[in-house]
């Protein structure tokens, strides 16, 4: 009867937990009463949650920071969520986070992005002139340690804030890099990083180059007087880089589509009730002269939003390899105490309703670059066969 009721009683949740001590056995019992409909935060949770606290409190021999202990909980919910784009920012790290958006920011200078299929953070940007780039860092690194501490499997925003809370304000960091058998070790100095969000300059026969890194609060700025400077220069033809763009900002992106698109639909998201919110064009400044978008492989999220809805209206040509894949949407969801979750949302689709999420947009011309230039932080005009090409196809395009 004694086993019966045990055997019962472990089926519907009762979980005993044995404490081995020097003083003996003890026991802490926790009866779980839960349906399998309620929430993961109920009156039980909070009551396990307790108990584990008190185990700590009395059997652990390690120091025991409590607003650690606080936080890891809830950076624990997002991740059990299994999605690489959803996490918790504490308030400091919101703040950091609002500020890198601005293009200011301290740090070393690169950027990170999250591989889906390894988990792995690679290095896709490092900017010029910046610590990264100045210690030896080059794009397609994968980083494995942060400070000597192991990082795969982190979510990329945990991985950012350990680089930049370095003790010392050096960040020690660990790499892998292609035809190299052993791990790289680089130590590079945190310093104030302005972004340099966006370059221009005149190519041959007027065609003007536009290089978009990222979709920042400064980028339609910066891309407005990147192309006035480029008109007063004569520019009849006009080549928008974003190969290596990791994405950013949705206003933004949707932005500077307005300053070049028709008037019509730019991008439309469906959340998880098929509730649709759709951002249009008005149609005003749209682009009168040729129009040749540049990406790869890198090339992500808002710059998948830049190329496919350029692409559906036709207004110009995809040049180069096929995009990241990443048609998602993550919304930063603020908390009244200063600290902020931000998760996926919704899914984003181009003005033909075409979803890209893992499959990317494919370029209406291929070009791949060699796995050798791929590895240069810096190409010149002349190695640069993707950007010989877009000069090519751009040329040949009637005004």
Known sequence: MERKKFIKGFLFGIVLTLVVGGAGLKIYEFVETKSEKDNAVNQEFVEKAKILEEIIDKEFTGEVDKDFMETGM????????GDPYSAYYTKKEYDELNTETTGLYKGIGVVMQMQIDTGMVKLVRCYEGAPGEKA???????????????????????????????????AHLTVTREGESDYLEFDVPLEEVNIPVVEHRMLEDHVGYILLYEFTEQTESQYLEAFEDLKKQGMERLIVDVRNNP???????????????????????????????????????ELDIPLVVLVNGNSASASEIFSGAIQDYG?????????????????????????????????????????????????????????????????????DS??????????????
């Open 247 to 285: 994405g950013g900002l949705l206003r933004s992106v949707c932005n500077i589509l307005n300053d070049i698109l028709p008037k019509g639909l730019i991008v439309y998201t469906e959340d998880k009730d098929k509730k649709r919110e759709e951002i249009n064009s008005d149609g005003k400044s």
């Open 74 to 81: 809830y950076k624990g919910m997002m991740a059990s969520l």
């Open 315 to 383: 207004v110009g040509t995809i040049v180069g390899t096929t995009t990241f894949g990443k048609g998602i949407v993550q919304s930063l969801i603020p908390l009244t105490d200063g600290s902020a979750v931000k998760t996926t949302t919704a899914k984003y689709y181009t003005p033909k309703g075409r979803c890209i999420h893992g499959t990317g947009i494919q370029p209406d011309v291929e070009v791949e670059l060699s796995e050798e230039l791929q590895k240069k932080p810096v190409l010149t005009y002349e190695e």
């Open 136 to 170: 030896g860092l080059l794009p397609n690194d994968i980083l494995i340690k942060v400070n000597n501490e192991d990082i795969v499997g982190m979510e990329l925003s945990e991985v950012v804030e350990k680089v930049k809370t370095s003790e010392g304000e050096v």
């Open 386 to 399: 993707q950007l010989q090409k877009a000069v090519e196809v751009v040329k040949q395009i009637e005004k």
